[in-house]
């Protein structure tokens, strides 16, 4: 039975960060691209990061360059999404989802498995 667990989320003040991981199991991660997205209330889901098979490649969203980051350890069977410098826009429900194909980047219609998410709320 495959799994995506997200865990990590939680309230933090502007500015400050926090780490999501995606723990996974049930299937060969390493041969999965991996990806976050995110969806607010009353918003569309939106995709936030992805990292390719092999970790050599990486995709952010414009609203998120340059203060997160994600990373994939293959060992662990976990992904991880580092944010930093957090926004009240970052607010949202955050989900990992892994699709067999390596050109999927942030299209959630070419993702298969999913995780049930983790919150996240930015706010003083």
């Known amino acids: 039975q495959w799994q995506l667990v997200e865990s990590g989320g939680g309230l933090v003040q502007p500015g400050g960060s926090l780490r999501l991981s995606c723990l996974i199991s049930?299937?060969?991660?390493?041969?999965?691209?991996i990806a976050w997205f995110r969806q607010a209330p009353g918003k569309d889901r939106e995709g936030v990061s992805y990292?390719?098979?092999?970790?050599?490649?990486?995709k952010y969203a414009d609203s998120v360059k340059g203060r997160f980051a994600i990373s994939r350890d293959n060992a662990k069977s976990t992904v991880y999404l580092q944010m930093n410098r957090l926004k009240p826009e970052d607010t949202a429900v955050y989900y990992c989802a892994a699709s067999y194909r390596d050109y999927a980047l942030l299209d959630s219609t070419e993702y298969d498995y999913w995780g049930q998410g983790t919150q996240v709320t930015v706010s003083s």
């Open positions: 990292i390719s098979t092999a970790g050599d490649s990486t």
């Open positions: 049930g299937f060969r991660m390493d041969y999965y691209a």
